[in-house]
């Protein structure tokens, strides 16, 4: 999606940007859904073509979902 958009190669480490998708898929998550630990997983689990700087992200029921709940105890 990067080099559609910029027309140029992605020239940060790869983990930068599915870095950055993740974050911006929990922070999207939680502003549509709340910050219940089993809405998120719900929701993360049905993801559909979730845009993303990296790719466009898709759930798939063979995919491993995170512990959602650990990424609230600080």
């Known amino acids: 999606l990067y080099q559609q958009k910029y027309h140029r190669p992605m020239t940060l480490p790869w983990y ?6 993740g974050a911006n898929l929990i922070i999207h998550c939680v502003r549509t859904h709340g910050t219940a630990p089993k809405d998120i997983g719900s929701w993360i689990a049905t993801l559909k073509e979730f ?3 990296v790719k466009t992200i898709t759930m798939t029921p063979s995919d491993s979902s995170p512990q959602v709940s650990s990424i609230f105890q600080l």
């Open 16 to 21: 930068v940007g599915t870095a950055f998708d």
């Open 51 to 53: 845009p993303g700087v």
